[in-house]
Protein backbone atom coordinates (compact mmCIF):
# COMPACT_ATOMS: atom_id res chain seq x y z
CA UNK A 1 0.00 0.00 0.00
CA UNK A 2 1.73 3.48 -1.04
CA UNK A 3 1.31 5.76 1.67
CA UNK A 4 -1.00 8.09 0.07
CA UNK A 5 -3.29 5.56 -0.05
CA UNK A 6 -3.47 4.86 3.54
CA UNK A 7 -6.87 5.34 5.27
CA UNK A 8 -7.30 8.65 7.82
CA UNK A 9 -9.17 6.88 10.59
CA UNK A 10 -10.96 9.79 12.86
CA UNK A 11 -12.29 8.45 16.33
CA UNK A 12 -12.66 10.29 19.82
CA UNK A 13 -15.55 10.63 22.13
CA UNK A 14 -19.17 11.87 20.73
CA UNK A 15 -19.42 15.58 19.72
CA UNK A 16 -15.52 16.19 19.29
CA UNK A 17 -16.38 16.56 14.96
CA UNK A 18 -15.34 13.22 13.52
CA UNK A 19 -18.18 13.22 10.92
CA UNK A 20 -18.39 16.82 10.08
CA UNK A 21 -14.18 16.98 10.07
CA UNK A 22 -14.27 13.49 7.92
CA UNK A 23 -16.33 14.95 5.65
CA UNK A 24 -14.27 17.86 4.99
CA UNK A 25 -11.24 16.13 4.48
CA UNK A 26 -12.81 13.43 2.51
CA UNK A 27 -14.02 16.55 0.34
CA UNK A 28 -10.83 18.04 0.35
CA UNK A 29 -8.65 15.25 -0.23
CA UNK A 30 -11.20 13.60 -3.08
CA UNK A 31 -11.55 10.26 -1.00
CA UNK A 32 -14.63 8.75 -0.11
CA UNK A 33 -15.91 9.27 3.39
CA UNK A 34 -17.54 6.48 5.55
CA UNK A 35 -19.36 6.94 8.89
CA UNK A 36 -19.30 3.72 10.88
CA UNK A 37 -22.28 4.43 12.77
CA UNK A 38 -24.10 5.46 9.63
CA UNK A 39 -22.92 2.34 8.18
CA UNK A 40 -24.67 0.42 10.80
CA UNK A 41 -27.80 2.32 11.00
CA UNK A 42 -28.13 1.76 7.18
CA UNK A 43 -27.14 -1.64 7.38
CA UNK A 44 -29.71 -3.06 9.98
CA UNK A 45 -32.78 -0.19 9.65
CA UNK A 46 -32.79 0.76 13.09
CA UNK A 47 -31.04 4.21 14.55
CA UNK A 48 -28.40 4.05 17.30
CA UNK A 49 -30.68 4.62 19.67
CA UNK A 50 -32.56 1.60 18.82
CA UNK A 51 -30.18 -0.88 18.87
CA UNK A 52 -28.65 -0.01 22.08
CA UNK A 53 -32.30 -0.69 23.24
CA UNK A 54 -33.34 -3.49 21.40
CA UNK A 55 -30.09 -5.19 21.45
CA UNK A 56 -27.69 -4.20 23.97
CA UNK A 57 -24.50 -1.96 23.56
CA UNK A 58 -22.55 -5.59 23.57
CA UNK A 59 -24.47 -6.55 20.12
CA UNK A 60 -23.60 -2.63 18.73
CA UNK A 61 -20.04 -3.39 19.83
CA UNK A 62 -19.94 -6.29 17.71
CA UNK A 63 -21.48 -5.04 14.74
CA UNK A 64 -19.08 -1.86 14.98
CA UNK A 65 -16.06 -3.65 15.44
CA UNK A 66 -17.02 -5.75 12.17
CA UNK A 67 -17.89 -2.94 9.72
CA UNK A 68 -14.77 -1.34 10.92
CA UNK A 69 -13.19 -4.46 10.54
CA UNK A 70 -14.35 -4.89 7.12
CA UNK A 71 -13.33 -1.05 6.10
CA UNK A 72 -10.11 -1.20 6.98
CA UNK A 73 -9.47 -4.07 4.22
CA UNK A 74 -9.48 -1.27 1.87
CA UNK A 75 -7.41 1.98 1.10
CA UNK A 76 -7.91 5.48 0.48
CA UNK A 77 -11.06 5.87 3.14
CA UNK A 78 -11.46 8.80 5.16
CA UNK A 79 -13.29 6.48 8.11
CA UNK A 80 -15.37 8.23 11.50
CA UNK A 81 -15.66 5.77 14.05
CA UNK A 82 -17.95 5.54 16.50
CA UNK A 83 -16.68 6.96 20.12
CA UNK A 84 -16.57 3.74 21.55
CA UNK A 85 -14.82 1.79 18.63
CA UNK A 86 -11.43 1.91 19.22
CA UNK A 87 -11.25 1.76 22.94
CA UNK A 88 -9.58 -2.24 22.53
CA UNK A 89 -5.87 -2.44 21.87
CA UNK A 90 -6.45 -5.59 19.07
CA UNK A 91 -9.10 -3.48 17.22
CA UNK A 92 -6.83 -0.23 17.53
CA UNK A 93 -4.05 -2.78 16.14
CA UNK A 94 -6.35 -3.79 13.47
CA UNK A 95 -6.49 -0.43 12.53
CA UNK A 96 -3.42 0.71 12.43
CA UNK A 97 -2.50 -1.84 9.62
CA UNK A 98 -4.86 0.25 7.29
CA UNK A 99 -4.04 3.94 8.13
CA UNK A 100 -3.36 6.91 10.62
CA UNK A 101 -5.84 7.27 13.75
CA UNK A 102 -6.24 10.70 14.72
CA UNK A 103 -7.98 11.19 18.07
CA UNK A 104 -10.11 13.87 18.29
CA UNK A 105 -10.69 15.61 21.62
CA UNK A 106 -12.79 18.47 23.03
CA UNK A 107 -13.06 20.06 26.67
CA UNK A 108 -16.41 18.47 28.59
CA UNK A 109 -17.45 22.07 28.67
CA UNK A 110 -17.54 22.02 25.12
CA UNK A 111 -18.60 18.52 24.60
CA UNK A 112 -22.00 19.12 26.68
CA UNK A 113 -22.48 22.28 24.53
CA UNK A 114 -22.21 20.51 21.88
CA UNK A 115 -24.16 17.52 22.67
CA UNK A 116 -27.21 19.35 24.63
CA UNK A 117 -29.83 19.11 21.94
CA UNK A 118 -28.64 15.50 20.45
CA UNK A 119 -31.40 13.16 21.78
CA UNK A 120 -29.97 10.33 19.86
CA UNK A 121 -26.66 9.67 21.81
CA UNK A 122 -27.98 5.98 23.63
CA UNK A 123 -24.87 6.49 26.42
CA UNK A 124 -26.27 10.02 27.02
CA UNK A 125 -29.96 9.61 26.86
CA UNK A 126 -32.53 9.91 29.78
CA UNK A 127 -31.46 13.27 30.74
CA UNK A 128 -27.59 12.19 31.39
CA UNK A 129 -25.89 15.75 33.02
CA UNK A 130 -22.34 16.48 33.56
CA UNK A 131 -21.64 14.00 35.61
CA UNK A 132 -22.82 11.26 32.84
CA UNK A 133 -20.97 12.83 30.19
CA UNK A 134 -17.81 13.09 32.94
CA UNK A 135 -17.87 9.45 33.88
CA UNK A 136 -18.56 8.20 30.37
CA UNK A 137 -14.87 10.53 29.97
CA UNK A 138 -13.07 9.13 32.80
CA UNK A 139 -14.19 5.62 31.64
CA UNK A 140 -12.33 5.38 28.42
CA UNK A 141 -9.57 7.83 28.90
CA UNK A 142 -6.92 5.59 29.11
CA UNK A 143 -8.14 3.97 26.08
CA UNK A 144 -7.98 7.40 24.21
CA UNK A 145 -5.11 8.68 26.00
CA UNK A 146 -3.39 5.42 23.82
CA UNK A 147 -4.48 6.62 20.68
CA UNK A 148 -1.75 8.56 18.53
CA UNK A 149 -2.26 12.17 17.13
CA UNK A 150 -4.53 13.51 19.34
CA UNK A 151 -6.03 16.60 18.16
CA UNK A 152 -8.18 19.09 20.42
CA UNK A 153 -11.20 20.52 18.65
CA UNK A 154 -12.66 22.96 21.82
CA UNK A 155 -11.72 26.02 20.18
CA UNK A 156 -11.22 25.28 16.75
CA UNK A 157 -14.05 25.24 13.50
CA UNK A 158 -14.22 22.11 11.66
CA UNK A 159 -12.50 23.46 8.60
CA UNK A 160 -9.22 24.25 10.77
CA UNK A 161 -9.29 20.64 12.31
CA UNK A 162 -9.60 19.11 8.88
CA UNK A 163 -6.75 21.39 7.77
CA UNK A 164 -4.69 20.31 10.35
CA UNK A 165 -5.59 16.71 10.32
CA UNK A 166 -4.78 16.44 6.35
CA UNK A 167 -1.26 18.87 7.54
CA UNK A 168 -0.44 15.94 10.08
CA UNK A 169 -1.22 13.36 8.05
CA UNK A 170 1.05 14.66 4.66
CA UNK A 171 3.83 15.28 7.27
CA UNK A 172 3.60 11.65 9.42
CA UNK A 173 3.26 10.11 5.94
CA UNK A 174 6.62 12.20 4.14
CA UNK A 175 8.37 10.91 7.68
CA UNK A 176 7.57 7.59 6.56
CA UNK A 177 8.36 7.61 2.70
CA UNK A 178 11.92 8.68 3.74
CA UNK A 179 12.42 6.05 6.35
Not at 41 to 69: M, N, P
Not at 108 to 132: A, H, K, T
Amino acid sequence: MKSDDKNIILTGFMGTGKTTVGRIVARELGRPFIDTDELIVAKTGLTITQLFADHGEGYFRRLESETLGKLTTSSGRIIATGGGSLLDAAMVERVSQSGLIFCLTATPEILMRRLEDNISRPLLSGGEDRRGLDALLAERESAYQRLPNHLDTSKLGPDDVAAKIIGMYRSLMAGKDSM
